[in-house]
């Protein structure tokens, strides 16, 4: 969603970032446009609705990213993401045309939505009807998640969405299409198993019955389920898409269970199963600000490490976008 959606943001600024808000976490990061592969990062959990502004506000202070050029992205539960089959009306008429399509599957009035449409890869189809993605929200709901950026002292020029945000970090890893790379990040609010292919989103779907608190024993409970939701995904991605297998699995969850999903789910799917943030860190010059900042490398990196990097995750995605439009605009 770009802004000219919301019209009452109309300021740019200088440097670039990503804000993250959920309802349990909220997460920045900044990058800068002349040296975009070094960024810098930073989480907070958050009990209720009303301590995520003071949150935020403390990690764009923390940060140095008051007036920042921002990326904002709300969490999966702010939206739906649906694929659709692609009305034959021209590029300038597709919001319109799927925005009655899709009124059946909203649980508000479409006319209220806020939404975009981005392309299901034409190798996804092969001589089926081709598809788009829709990402759709209740205004009122995006309203509020950019301005509370704005209150903490950031200038949001977009809009984005998780799964795209997430797609943004695989792709500066393995930006070619020969890889195929499945992303799964698991958080007590939400799950995201994403299937790219260079800058193509492929396949995106939501993990469903995540515990509310990630325990032990709700772990014993969920870790088949878990298992059988990824494996059908992929298997999706590469029977129902006729798509090459793909290369691997990455893996990003807080509050305690990275470890036990990747040593569960590497000893019963056919691919090799990595933590992200070991992945990521050889990509990308990390630093963790938390206090003085914590430069990540894949060597040293620390549990607690790599939960907080998996909570800022769609932060760090976005401050990629931002620097995006900052060349832009140059």
Known sequence: MRVRDLPFLARRNRSCAGVYLSASTVAVAVAEPQAADRVRAASAPIDDGASRGAALKDL??????????????????????????????????????????????????????????????????????AMVFVVASARGRIEQTVQEAIDAGVTPVCVDITELSLRNLVHRIYPSAEHAIALLRLTPASGVVNVTRGDELFLSRRISNVPGELGDQAWGAFKDGLLLQVQRSIDYYESALSQPPADCLLVASTHGWQKGIVEHLGAMLPLPVRSLGEVLTDALSIDLVDGSPQPLTAESLTDAQQETLAAALPALGAALRATMFAEAAA
């Open 60 to 129: 764009v202070r923390r940060l140095g990213a008051e007036r920042a050029r921002c990326v904002v992205v709300p969490a999966p539960e702010a939206y739906q993401l649906m694929l659709v089959e692609r009305p034959s009306v021209p590029a300038s008429e597709l919001r319109d045309a799927v925005r009655w399509r899709i009124q059946e599957y909203l649980d508000f009035p479409a006319a209220d939505a806020v939404l975009d449409v981005f392309p299901f890869p034409d190798a996804a189809t092969r001589g089926r009807s």
